[in-house]
């Protein structure tokens, strides 16, 4: 089954349905979308992601997790990245997204309003080829994009911080 062979699966379909080990599913809609493991690149940025924000998120009582399932109103959304800040929240307060060129038009489209309906607070968008995090503030409806020299930052938990530089290892 490719991208978008199969419409109108039903969650409980979703959940029984054979997957490949190799391959990130998700369901959005009704419709199941694969994609192939992350790239190297993708990991390396993930990797430096969760290792600047350990520490911060540790002094806030927040946590990190990457490549977990969030199921919400039918679909399930595997994000890069999720930060929790209550551990009994079944939705994440930020999400982090690492495009990809099989990914990044659902990321920049149907997820970014999926994140926002789905009560997300914050969604960050890290983009390899242009090198650039752009940050969305779903609380303030406001949306600001960092790049290359700068320093991008959380607005609702502004001690979370990343140079911009450092997340693309330049």
């Not at 595997?78 to 307060?93: G, M």
């Not at 789905?118 to 969604?123: D, L, S």
């Not at 994009?145 to 930052?153: F, K, N, S």
Request: with cysteine; glycine share 6%; aromatic share 10%.
């Amino acid at each position: 089954m490719n991208a978008a062979e199969k419409l109108n699966v039903t969650l409980e379909e979703f959940m029984q349905m054979p997957k490949d080990e190799h391959q990130k599913y998700e369901l959005i809609d009704g419709i199941v979308y694969m994609a192939p493991s992350p790239s190297r690149e993708h990991q390396i940025i993930a990797y430096e992601l969760t290792g600047q924000m350990y520490h911060v998120l540790k002094q806030l009582g927040c946590t990190a997790a990457g490549e977990l399932d969030i199921s919400w109103d039918g679909n399930v959304l595997r994000p890069d990245l999720v930060v929790f800040c209550n551990r009994d929240d079944e939705i994440p307060e930020i999400v982090f997204e690492i495009l990809s060129p099989s990914t990044r038009h659902r990321d920049l489209g149907i997820k970014l309003v999926k994140y926002q309906q789905m009560g997300v607070k914050e969604y960050w968008i890290i983009d390899p080829k242009a090198r650039t995090i752009t940050v969305h503030d779903f609380v303030n409806e406001h949306a600001e994009t960092y790049i290359i020299g700068e320093t991008a930052r959380s607005f609702i938990r502004p001690e979370l911080e990343f140079e911009v530089t450092g997340i693309f290892g330049e």
